[in-house]
C-alpha cells in the first residue's frame, strides 16, 4: 500500500498503522489473535473509540479486519454493493467522525466487483424495462464507471472509488471542512483480491 504524501499529524500516524496492517495480511503475518480479544482479555462493553472508518462493498472476499489485521472496535465499517455513497451512508461516516474522532475515511472498492460488473453489463446491453427492482437500479445508477469504454474493470473500479470520495466530499461540509484543516485524512483505494494488497487512488 502506498503512503499518500498529504496526510499531516493524527492522521499520518493512523493510515501508518493500516498500512502495516495490510502490509502483515499480505505477507501472511497476521498477528490478529481473536479468540484471545473477543473471549479473554478485553471488554468491549462500555464503548468503541476507532480511528478509521471503511466503507467498502459487500462482497464476501471484502473483509475489512482481515485486509488491515484490525481487532474488534478498530474499523468502524459501513459495507453496501459497490460502496456507493447515499445520505444514510454519509450519515453514518459523519457519526464516526463527530462522535467517535475517527481520523481516517477510506472508500475501498475491489479487484473484479460484481457490482461494477452489473452496471458495465447494463451499459452495454440495457435490461428490459421493468426486470430489474426500482432499488436495484438505483444502486447500479450510483456506481460511476470510467469514461473510456475500453478500460478493463479494474480501471472501472478505480473510477468508481475515486468518484464516490468527491460525492462524500461534496455531500458532507462537516467532512470537507476537517479534511481541508488536515483533522481528517479522507483516502479511496483499491482490494486487490490476489494480491492482498490495498493499493491507494485517492
Ligand atoms: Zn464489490
Not at 179 to 198: M, W
Amino acid at each position: 500500500m502506498d503512503q499518500p504524501n498529504d496526510l499531516e499529524g493524527t492522521p499520518k500516524q493512523v493510515f501508518d498503522r493500516l498500512h502495516s496492517g495490510n502490509q502483515r495480511w499480505t505477507n501472511a503475518e497476521i498477528e490478529l489473535d481473536l479468540k484471545r480479544q473477543a473471549f479473554t482479555s478485553e471488554s468491549f462493553v462500555d464503548g468503541q473509540d476507532p480511528d478509521i472508518v471503511i466503507i467498502t462493498c459487500s462482497d464476501s472476499r471484502v473483509i475489512p479486519e482481515f485486509i488491515f489485521d484490525a481487532g474488534i472496535g478498530d474499523l468502524f465499517v459501513i459495507r453496501v454493493a459497490g460502496n456507493v455513497m447515499s445520505h444514510e451512508v454519509v450519515a453514518s461516516i459523519e457519526f464516526a467522525i463527530l462522535e467517535l474522532d475517527a481520523a481516517i475515511v477510506m472508500i475501498l472498492g475491489h479487484q473484479n466487483c460484481g457490482a461494477v460488473q452489473s452496471k458495465m453489463k447494463v451499459i452495454n446491453s440495457p435490461p428490459i424495462e421493468g426486470s430489474l427492482s426500482p432499488s436495484m437500479t438505483t444502486l447500479l445508477e450510483r456506481v460511476k464507471l470510467a469514461a473510456d469504454e475500453r478500460s478493463d474493470i479494474l480501471d472501472h473500479v478505480k473510477a468508481n472509488v475515486k468518484y464516490q470520495r468527491q460525492e462524500l466530499l461534496q455531500m458532507s461540509t462537516v467532512i470537507a471542512e476537517k479534511q481541508a484543516k488536515k483533522e481528517l485524512g479522507v483516502l479511496s483505494g483499491v482490494y486487490l483480491i490476489d494480491s492482498r494488497k490495498v493499493e491507494i487512488i485517492y
